[in-house]
């Protein structure tokens, strides 16, 4: 085996591909195939978006070169991205390929194809001020990993857009199918590189960068991601927001019916709508084996969905449905039965009502043969479970009530049972003072379901007139203060390290969706409530300074100890430079000399 000589050391957010054609040039050879050829054993011009041959060139390198397989793969492609979406099947399939040099015949799924959905673009694309500010600094041109993102129109840095093609001649500045590059800040007919400041909306360019950092936090997280995981996370949100039903019906229709009311004509850069209605990707949505062709799609899908894709990812909605009661045996609730509050019974019937999330529990004790039902909300279940009172949490037990239908359902006189009824109401309510109906029905749940069954107009005659819902009164001074504790509580439950800027919806999502509703209906009314949580909402600029330390130390994580603070914002996130100012620097620049890592220059 020889060994090389030379292999160019990467630079900062360059391409594998970047870094062949560099050795190329280095090498004196003539034609890329014969790099090619020292390279990896291969004679061929064409790059690939994922490296073949690998172990070929892991031999050849210099002694004392410090390349290894995961470096190359996770921080000069963008492998580490369609890792997170592989299964582990295909994830060892791509392996194999990419390493084995005796595997050059194979085309495992998952390689990016140049169609008009991959997330990596298929044209070699270029900002003309990095290229110039490139070839200043290290003597040569490189291509940068960000700017080969397909959806990404401009530099995120320079603001100018991104271009493929010389705009003079026409000539592309680079070719996955000859290997061809930039050498020089010119094209090869000697055309000068000019740049283009892009005209493009403030909305627009947010969501590329967005999205562009989404598709970062993906890839720097890959070890802990799979398809799998996507298919899971994917289905507590649908679970969560009625698109999967308690009884575990998915609502295809309705959900690509809203999801392509959302998608709008921006959204095409990052896929296709007209995908959309193709018979193959309706059969093949989130399944694991197809992800990989489909990850712009899961992008906007999230957005769709939750927000972002980071939000579905570290939100917590177990897709778990308990078994209501579970499985028995259960006590019999007659009274007069020998045998009552034994657990006796095991046998009992189900149902679920995917239009009202209803459940229904109905058994007969076959000591006497009476039978009882139950009924109740998932919501509720958790409670039920661990023994709390059923009527305070809103189930009802229909016991005695159960004995009035059959008399009912037999033709028999219920006039007694009235007065048994009417006796028992006339006594609660002479022994408690009620200011409206809701105190009633807690305080007895299954007398006032039976008036309100059979009696009704009895009752209405007797206790306080219902006032309708438009008519309450609130008391904001009270509903403020509770309001203002809640709000300080929810947010100390946020993450230090949360990775988005704390926003008002941020912890509006923590509260209570009855909380958050009266924060958005009566904030006006609620000037505490609204003063606690404007102290932890932050701009854009409060978010980057409370980002510094780990960011710090993701960039620890690379092996880069001592950096200036223009390579800490490069290497932490294209929103220091697109949102931070002389303060954030300031920021930066004392923490790095209080970690001893500041570069000044």
Not at 135 to 144: A, D, F, N, R, W
Not at 263 to 292: V, W
Not at 489 to 503: C, F, G, L, Q, T
Request: aromatic fraction near 12%.
């Amino acid at each position: 085996m020889i060994r090389l000589l030379t292999f160019p050391e990467p630079l900062p957010d360059e391409d594998f591909r970047s870094l062949v054609f560099r050795y190329h040039i280095r090498s004196g050879n003539s034609e890329i195939m014969q790099s090619k050829h020292d390279l990896f054993g291969v004679h061929s011009y064409k790059h690939t978006f994922f490296p073949k041959h690998l172990q070929v060139l892991l031999n050849r390198l210099p002694v004392g070169h410090s390349f290894t397989l995961e470096q190359i793969l996770y921080d000069y492609t963008w492998y580490g991205l369609y890792r997170a979406f592989f299964t582990e099947e295909r994830h060892n399939v791509m392996l194999n390929a990419i390493m084995d040099s005796s595997a050059d015949h194979r085309n495992p799924k998952g390689q990016p194809a140049t169609t008009s959905n991959t997330i990596i673009s298929g044209e070699i694309k270029y900002c003309t001020l990095c290229a110039i500010s490139d070839y200043k600094q290290y003597g040569e041109i490189y291509l940068h990993q960000r700017h080969q993102i397909s959806f990404l129109k401009f530099c995120p840095i320079h603001n100018v857009r991104l271009i493929a093609k010389c705009p003079d001649c026409d000539v592309p500045y680079g070719s996955n199918e000859n290997g061809q590059l930039l050498r020089q800040p010119c094209c090869k007919n000697g055309h000068t590189l000019s740049a283009e400041l892009i005209n493009i909306n403030q909305k627009e360019k947010q969501l590329q960068i967005e999205l562009l950092e989404e598709l970062l936090y993906v890839r720097y997280h890959h070890e802990d991601l799979t398809a799998s995981k996507f298919k899971v996370k994917f289905f507590e949100q649908l679970f969560k927001q009625g698109y999967i039903t308690v009884s575990g019906t998915f609502q295809r229709k309705r959900l690509f019916a809203d999801y392509e009311n959302w998608h709008s004509t921006q959204y095409n850069e990052i896929f296709d709508g007209a995908t959309l209605t193709s018979s193959y990707f309706r059969n093949s949505f989130l399944k694991p084996e197809c992800m990989p062709q489909f990850i712009g799609f899961y992008l906007l899908f999230a957005k769709f969905l939750k927000g972002s894709l980071r939000e579905l990812l570290l939100n917590q909605n177990p897709y778990v449905i308990p078994i209501p009661l579970g499985h028995g045996p259960w006590p019999c609730q007659n009274p007069k039965c020998n045998k009552r509050d034994q657990p006796n019974i095991g046998k009992c019937t189900r149902k679920i009502n995917d239009r009202t999330n209803l459940f229904s529990i109905r058994y007969n004790c076959p000591e006497c043969g009476y039978e009882s039902l139950i009924q109740g909300n998932y919501s509720e279940l958790s409670n039920l479970l661990t023994g709390r009172d059923y009527a305070s949490r809103g189930f009802l037990m229909h016991n005695e009530v159960t004995i009035a239908y059959k008399q009912l359902a037999a033709g028999v006189d219920i006039t007694n049972s009235k007065c048994i009824y009417r006796t028992r109401m006339t006594e609660l309510l002479a022994n408690h003072l009620f200011r409206n109906r809701t105190e009633i029905r807690l305080k007895a749940e299954i007398l006032y379901k039976w008036f309100m069954d059979n009696d009704k107009e009895w009752l209405e005659e007797r206790i306080p007139k219902k006032i309708p819902s438009d008519m309450v009164k609130l008391d904001f001074s009270d509903l403020d203060r509770h309001l203002q504790l809640k709000i300080r509580n929810a947010v100390s439950h946020i993450d230090p390290e949360y990775k988005r800027p704390i926003k008002i919806y941020t912890i509006l999502k923590m509260l209570e969706p009855s909380d958050a509703n009266r924060f958005r209906h009566y904030h006006e009314r609620l000037p505490l409530s609204r003063k606690e949580i404007n102290k932890y909402v932050e701009s854009s600029k409060d978010f980057l300074i409370r980002s510094i330390p780990r960011n710090y130390a993701k960039i620890l994580k690379t092996g880069c100890i001592s950096v200036t603070v223009k390579e800490f914002k490069y290497k932490a996130s294209v929103s220091y430079h697109l949102r931070g100012d002389e303060e954030v620097d300031n920021h930066i620049r004392n923490f790095l000399q209080k970690k001893g890592a500041l570069i000044d220059r």
